[in-house]
């Protein structure tokens, strides 16, 4: 019987060209995926964001102020009096934030709180130093309102965010064993086991924990009208400071061997940081003082100038790039 079919095939150039198809429409695909990825995290930090907008407003309505943000060893914080004792380490904008919203156990913020490292207070009805988070024995003769036992201790806190959003991690857990600050002039160390909260970025980190990095807070200073260093190269009396999380920055990234932020370094570090943490925070489309050649160039507005500032480091991990996130939108009228 004679056949009248044949098998037939793929050539080897309709091989090629299908694959070659194929190539480019995955060469296309991809870049679109990552922007809609990408764009994806962003809208999630902006959602822990406003958590924490909506949980500072909560603290705010207890107890009449934001939390300070302070370095409690930075070198523009002014030494307590005796019998008032120094902190023995950093304790800066990032820990408070995440103590003011978790506590310092994850157990909730505790109302006497000094914002210590530590978690110590001073009580003048002892004349000593106490443990405000003591979760066994509470905090004894301290007055009227002493807490006579471990379960009014926690009966006496409050969590201000959900842990679900809060992305509390202990700072060894971000940065294991590197925990001295040493870069751009600034020096320090941190205790490992205070809390910090993550941003969205997480990665996988030598401690075996997935964390993002801290998200940076600083507090305005409301007492004071200008943002500017750049102008009269005083740091101390403007609205915002850069030293209460200088010394976070200063640790770097959390690689294995850090990175320095850009922020601490587009300039070469030094002083020159300042003036790269106002390039960040300057509303340049409110502007405070007119354009002379004695000052060329004009002292501008900071965003949310009468609250607080919070920063993402973003996909990159690095302070001070283009793709920070903040909890204000660059360019806005605030």
Not at 113 to 136: C, K, L
Not at 200 to 229: C, E, H, W
Not at 287 to 306: C, K, L, V
Request: charged letters at 20%.
């Amino acid at each position: 019987m004679k056949r009248t079919g044949q098998n037939k095939g793929f050539t080897i150039v309709e091989m090629l060209t299908v694959m070659g198809i194929i190539a480019i429409l995955i060469g296309l695909l991809v870049p679109a995926l990552n922007q809609v990825k990408d764009y994806s995290r962003q809208v999630q930090q902006k959602s822990q964001f406003h958590s924490i907008d909506v949980a500072l407003e909560m603290f705010k309505t207890d107890f009449g102020a934001y939390p300070e943000s302070y370095d409690n060893l930075g070198v523009s914080t002014t030494p307590p009096v005796s019998p008032l004792a120094q902190d023995i380490n950093n304790y800066g904008g990032a820990q408070k934030l995440a103590e003011a919203m978790v506590g310092m156990d994850l157990l909730g913020f505790h109302p006497r709180s000094g914002f210590r490292s530590d978690g110590m207070n001073y009580f003048s009805y002892t004349n000593s130093y106490q443990w405000v988070y003591n979760t066994t024995n509470g905090i004894q003769n301290v007055g009227p309102d002493s807490e006579k036992s471990g379960e009014e201790n926690i009966k006496a806190r409050k969590k201000y965010i959900d842990m679900e959003n809060a992305n509390a991690f202990r700072m060894q857990d971000v940065y294991n064993t590197n925990l001295s600050a040493s870069q751009g002039g600034a020096s320090g160390v941190f205790l490992a086991t205070n809390y910090v909260l993550c941003d969205v970025y997480s990665k996988n980190r030598t401690s075996g924990k997935k964390t993002g990095m801290p998200i940076l807070y600083f507090k305005a200073r409301i007492n004071y009208t200008l943002q500017d260093f750049s102008i009269d190269g005083v740091y101390t009396d403007d609205i915002y400071n850069y030293d209460d999380n200088r010394a976070l920055v200063c640790l770097g990234t959390a690689d294995v061997t850090p990175v320095k932020h850009e922020l601490e370094n587009l300039t070469g570090g030094g002083t020159n940081a300042y003036v790269n943490f106002e390039r960040m925070i300057l509303n340049r489309q409110v502007q405070q003082s007119t354009i002379t050649a004695a000052n060329p160039d004009g002292i501008f507005r900071p965003y949310r100038a009468d609250s607080y500032i919070l920063v993402s480091a973003g996909k990159d991990e690095l302070y001070g790039t283009a793709d920070d996130i903040f909890n204000f939108e660059k360019g806005s009228q605030q």
